[in-house]
């Protein structure tokens, strides 16, 4: 019997139960990338595999439902690996290993070690962006930030409301300016990933409702009067805590004013790029993390008194969702390091004509691979049988996980429009 178990009853017997350990799933995917990986992506990818191999071991973790994946945080992030989009100069980090490409190997070790927790880390990554890009300096924003880097805290980003989910410009949050220079907020957001753990929270509203012209965006403590939260519950991912917000008269002082009115539009689409990769990159570290355990599963479960991977309607699937997987991976990661090196070259602010044309490709992404993780994440469970959809392994987690990359940084249909849009626009420019 499995002494660190996850489940209620064992399913699976106990020499691929062994055999399932993360050091393996880790092997796999490390031999996996070797060939197409820089030596400086793979070092780091394998640095944070050998810290989360020793975390889970250190601290008996079983990915079981009663652990608080939030406990996790300040572990991590006293290591460097809440984000690593920028070195965070700023606030005295330094890290000499950063921008998206290694953003992805950070993603993908942290996932195939726990894709709930991943995904946590995710949101306090949209959180800090816009404070890392608007800080100015401000002593509290500043203050905010390293907190958030270093996982002393957690954050969250309110974008979506009740009534505004896909057309996130027409907000009805409402932000009206006081004598001081003070603002006060008043609405409801919803869906917001990690919100009721956050003490940090950047928010969106407008100066009029429905009005994306002169939208504003908020660095908020939610520990400020006027702040209320309740849990939404989201069955495919129970271990993250979403929240619903009653802003009230919620009064943010001028230093926390991230953008004033007018400029919350643009900040909001500002981050576009990093965010739907790194979405991208949670889709395909699922997709890895799922075959992994399938590949594994398949090569030891015996029926019909050989291993199922060798009936041709196991491994000539699993060799189908595995080159779908290479292939995509290829692309992402290319596509990272294309943006790491525009962003180099023009300090951090890529023309619009490049940016542009990096934000279609950014959906595109998006778009293909939360597609891609539906695929691969539903089909190895189901060529794992019983043992692919019981709680006896990380497989229920990816099903889930992989529900969810369909919907947040805007649903398959939005990004189907947004490449609908570039299309036209690239026609008109001919
Ligand atoms: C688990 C989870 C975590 C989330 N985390 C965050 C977060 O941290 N912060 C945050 O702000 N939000 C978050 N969201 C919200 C998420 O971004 C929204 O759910 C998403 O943008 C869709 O909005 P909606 O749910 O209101 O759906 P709606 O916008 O009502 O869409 C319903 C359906 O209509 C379709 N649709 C809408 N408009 C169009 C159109 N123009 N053309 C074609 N089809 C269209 C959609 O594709 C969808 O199928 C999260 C959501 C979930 C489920």
Known sequence: MNENKRFETQVINDEILEKLSLENRYNFVKDNLRVILSDQQFNFLEKAQTFCLNYESKNKITHGPDEDIYDWVPDFGKEGYITRQTPYECIDLNYEDYGIAIEFMRILALDNFDPQFAMSTGATVICINPIYAHHENVPVRLEALKELVTGQEVGCLLITEPERGSDAVHQQTTCEEQEDGSFLLNGTKIFNTNAPKSKWAVSYATAEESNGNVMAQFLINTSWPGWTIE???????????????????????????????????????????????????RCISACWGALAHAVIYANMRRQFEKEI??????????????????????????????????????????PDHISQSMVSSASQYKYNCASLAKEVCFETANLMGGAGVCDNTLMYDYIGVSRILEVVGGTKQVQQLIMSRSLRKMFRAL
């Open 309 to 350: 991977l060798l009936f041709q309607g196991v491994g000539f699937s699993l060799a189908d969702l595995w080159a779908k997987t290479t292939g995509m991976t290829h692309g992402v990661l290319k596509f990272a390091e294309i943006y790491d090196e525009k962003n180099e070259k023009y300090k951090g602010q890529i």
């Open 231 to 281: 849990r939404v519950n989201i069955p495919w991912t129970p271990k993250l805590f979403i929240g619903k917000e009653y802003l009230e008269n919620l009064r943010v002082p001028k230093e926390y004013v991230l953008g004033g009115v007018g400029k919350g539009r643009e900040h909001l689409f500002e981050g576009l790029i990093p965010e739907r990769i790194a979405i991208a990159v």
